[in-house]
């Protein structure tokens, strides 16, 4: 099956500075999504981005399908912002996703005030 | 996500026990998942379903089973809990083919 790897496992952060995280496949998505869960385990969708970018606030996502990676940009980082951030992505070949996402280790992002 | 409602919240079990987790949804999406969350380790899919005449296992379905009583409504069993079940378990939905998912506030369960 695909294999997904996020980069950097961990990061520390002051409150107020950026981030970039990165998500790496090993084969071709048509549905790619970033999540948040936050220090309670709850899980937010941030981003649904097979390709393109989006932006949401302070939050973007980039996601290069020909280069088989995507990126999460955190500006202007606060400690809310702290918790895991999950890559998913379902790498169905018909071009049809069916919502079985495989997902990434997470990067642990700490900030700190 | 208030939309996708789990319960219970939490629970303690003991081996050999069967246990139910419920999840019920009001946004009327067609599509439900069952995923386990292991500490420190992403999600992995466990059951899913299109409507509910339609059931299919995940990676990770020995073990458990599951039931689709109603488009809103996907259960998640485990016939006789043993430890290595001790995890975080979501419930998901999604509408379209290509359409972002959305959880439920998970259910943490220990077997003991």
């Known amino acids: 099956g695909i294999q997904v790897e996020q980069s950097p496992p961990d990061l520390i952060l002051q409150e107020g500075a950026n981030s970039t995280l990165r998500c790496n496949f090993s084969d071709s998505v048509n549905n790619l999504q970033w999540f948040h869960q936050n220090p309670w385990g709850q899980l937010i969708n941030l981003f649904y981005?097979?390709?393109g970018t989006k932006q949401n606030g302070r939050l973007s996502a980039t996601t290069v399908a020909t280069e088989r990676y995507s990126l999460l940009y955190i500006s202007s980082s606060q400690t809310t912002d702290s918790g895991v951030y999950f890559c998913a992505v379902d790498s169905n070949a018909g071009g049809t996703s069916y919502g079985k996402l495989t997902f990434g280790q997470g990067t642990i992002l700490t900030v700190h005030p | 996500d208030a939309d996708v409602t789990q319960t219970p919240r939490n629970r303690i079990t003991k081996t050999g026990k069967r246990i139910m987790l419920e999840c019920s949804q009001t946004k009327g999406h067609d599509r439900m998942y069952w995923y386990r969350q292991d500490p420190g380790l992403g999600l992995q899919l466990i059951y899913y379903?299109?409507?509910?005449?339609?059931?299919n296992k995940g990676e990770i379905s020995d073990g458990y089973s599951v039931s689709r009583q109603a488009q809103a409504k996907f259960s998640l069993s485990l016939e006789s809990a043993i430890p290595n079940q001790t995890a975080l378990y979501f419930c998901?939905?999604?509408?379209?083919?290509?359409?972002?998912?959305?959880f439920g506030n998970g259910t943490r369960l220990t077997v003991t």
């Open positions: 998901a939905t999604s509408d379209l083919t290509n359409s972002p998912l959305h």
């Open positions: 379903s299109f409507d509910v005449k339609d059931i």
């Open positions: 981005i097979p390709s």
